[in-house]
């Protein structure tokens, strides 16, 4: 039996292990209410993890498509950009499949086909990661601009109102 039939076999286990396993990433306390409330208006971080880890995994397993994963990973990594998270805490979440990948398939590892078809696999999951990097730092950017922008209108209006701004016309020519 091929890897992905294997891993299509044991999603329920090992997405929920996923979700488990990234919770863990967070405070004790706020890793408990991801796992406990499951409605997704109380609880949109969680909802966004379980649907896009559920739809991460499935895209692995079908062969990625950039703008299905993208749907999936985007909400994901826009949540985490705006934490308290390095680069890497960041997006390691899906690195953490690989391991949760190997404790569910312990006892076909000992196949040298299956052990060859999981590094393939891998090297999907390393994509994946690379491409969360590049949505976690586009999410940075604007976040930098953001408050850039903000900090820039708040000197103006401070130099507007202590009279060291002068209104030009634009009919003045030179200017």
Do not use: G, P
């Given at each position: 039996m091929g890897l992905e039939k294997q891993?299509?076999?044991?999603?329920?286990?090992?997405?929920k292990d996923w979700f488990e396993r990234v919770s863990r990433t967070y405070a004790p306390d706020t890793a408990q209410f991801l796992k406990s409330v499951q409605d997704p208006i109380s609880n949109p971080v969680g909802q966004s993890l379980s649907v896009g880890l559920a739809g991460l995994f499935d895209q692995l397993l079908a062969g990625p498509d950039k703008e299905t994963v993208k749907t999936y990973l985007d909400p994901i990594v826009r949540i985490r950009a705006v934490q308290d998270f390095t680069p890497?805490?960041?997006t390691a979440f899906i690195l953490i499949l690989k391991t949760v990948i190997r404790d569910h398939l312990k006892k076909e590892l000992s196949d040298i086909r299956t052990?060859?078809?999981?590094?393939?696999?891998e090297s999907k999951i390393d994509s994946l990661s690379l491409y969360a990097f590049d949505i976690y730092m586009e999410c940075r950017e604007k976040i930098y601009d953001l408050k850039?922008?903000?900090?820039?209108?708040?000197?103006?209006?401070a130099f507007k109102r202590a009279g060291l701004i002068v209104e030009t016309s634009e009919d003045v020519p030179g200017l």
């Open positions: 891993l299509a076999k044991k999603k329920d286990a090992i997405v890497s805490q960041a052990v060859q078809s999981l590094f393939a696999f850039s922008n903000v900090e820039r209108s708040k000197v103006y209006k």
